[in-house]
Each structure stands twice: as C-alpha cells, then as structure tokens.
C-alpha cells in the first residue's frame, strides 16, 4: 500500500510563497504520474498540476507562471512551489500518485491559507 504524506502548507500573506512537500513510500519513478489538487471550502476538489514518468508538466491556469512542480527521485519526493500567492489559493492540497496498475493513491492533505 502506497502513502503519500503531504507536509509545508500554512498560513501566508498575500504574494508570499510556500514549498509544499509530498513524500511517498514508494520510489516515485515507478509511478504513471503525480501530481498535486486543492479543495476550498464549500467547493470540488480542483486540478492543480500534474507530471508524468516521462517528466512532462501540465498546470491549471489559474496558477501557471506561479507555481513549479519538481521531483527529487533520490528522496521519493515530489514538491509544489507556490510563489505570488492569492486569497484564492486557499485550500487544501493533497498530493496523488497514479501507479503501473492505474490505481490512485492520496495523502491526508495540507492546508494553505492565504490572507489578503
């Protein structure tokens, strides 16, 4: 059973920046994909990036240009950096991986709130 434990979410002011981390239990290259959603309050869990085993990014225009998806394999970690945050970036962000199997594997969550 694979886990993902998301970690550096918290609270920012406007036009701040975070580093979320998601470390796997699993060696992350063996996965179809991973990548990152957010949940607000009051609102469907949304898209926010995606990379897959070939290392192709795709991101949510709602946040391209501000955020940065990376990977560390040596570490099987997986990070978001969120630079020139908005009130509108609060949410939960849960990290997902996808493996060989096509099955889906999600962390608990981090909050991010972003006060204007």
């Known amino acids: 059973q694979v886990q993902l434990v998301e970690s550096g979410g918290g609270l920012v002011q406007a036009g701040g920046s975070l580093r979320l981390s998601c470390a796997s239990s699993?060696?992350?290259?063996?996965?179809?994909?991973m990548g990152w959603y957010r949940q607000a309050p009051g609102k469907q869990r949304e898209f926010v990036a995606v990379?897959?085993?070939?290392?192709?990014?795709h991101y949510a225009d709602s946040v391209k240009g501000r955020f940065t998806f990376s990977r560390d394999n040596a570490n099987n970690t997986v990070h978001l950096q969120m630079n020139s945050l908005k009130p509108e970036d609060t949410a939960v962000y849960y990290c997902?991986?996808?493996?060989?199997?096509?099955?889906?594997?999600w962390g608990q969550g981090t909050q991010v709130t972003v006060s204007s």
């Open positions: 997902f991986a996808e493996d060989s199997a096509y099955l889906d594997y």
């Open positions: 699993a060696r992350i290259f063996s996965f179809n994909a």
């Open positions: 990379t897959n085993s070939i290392g192709t990014t």
